[in-house]
């Protein structure tokens, strides 16, 4: 059973920075596709960055430039590093997780299988 842990989120000035850490307990594949989603309320889920095991790192272009994924595999943790964060950056992020390399749909939350719980983050002006 492949569980997501999702941790670093909370309340930040606009301009400040935070960063998001996924947990990911009970996967040993060799192949997969890990994403960070936003969703804020009244809006659809949106893919913000994502990273697969062939390489691809893909980000949305509203974070291009600001926000940061990575990954440490000793660790088993993903991360989103989140800089000069905008009011409009304010929603809860949720990992995901899809054992599966998605490429070009790695951005696309019907794709994913494992889901975790979310980390709000809000960002006043």
């Known amino acids: 059973q492949v569980q997501l842990v999702e941790s670093g989120g909370g309340s930040v000035q606009a301009g400040g920075s935070l960063r998001l850490s996924c947990a990911v307990f009970?996967?040993?594949?060799?192949?997969?596709?890990m994403a960070w989603f936003r969703q804020a309320p009244g809006k659809e889920r949106e893919g913000v960055a994502a990273?697969?095991?062939?390489?691809?790192?893909s980000y949305a272009d509203s974070v291009k430039g600001r926000f940061t994924i990575s990954q440490d595999n000793a660790k088993n943790t993903l991360y989103l590093q989140m800089n000069s964060l905008k009011p409009d950056d304010t929603a809860m992020y949720y990992c995901?997780?899809?054992?599966?390399?998605?490429?070009?749909?790695?951005?696309?939350?019907?794709?994913?299988?494992?889901w975790g719980q979310g980390t709000q983050v809000t960002v006043s002006s």
């Open positions: 009970g996967y040993t594949g060799s192949s997969y596709s």
């Open positions: 995901a997780a899809d054992s599966r390399a998605l490429g070009p749909r790695v951005l696309v939350a019907g794709w994913y299988n494992y």
């Open positions: 990273i697969d095991s062939d390489g691809r790192v």
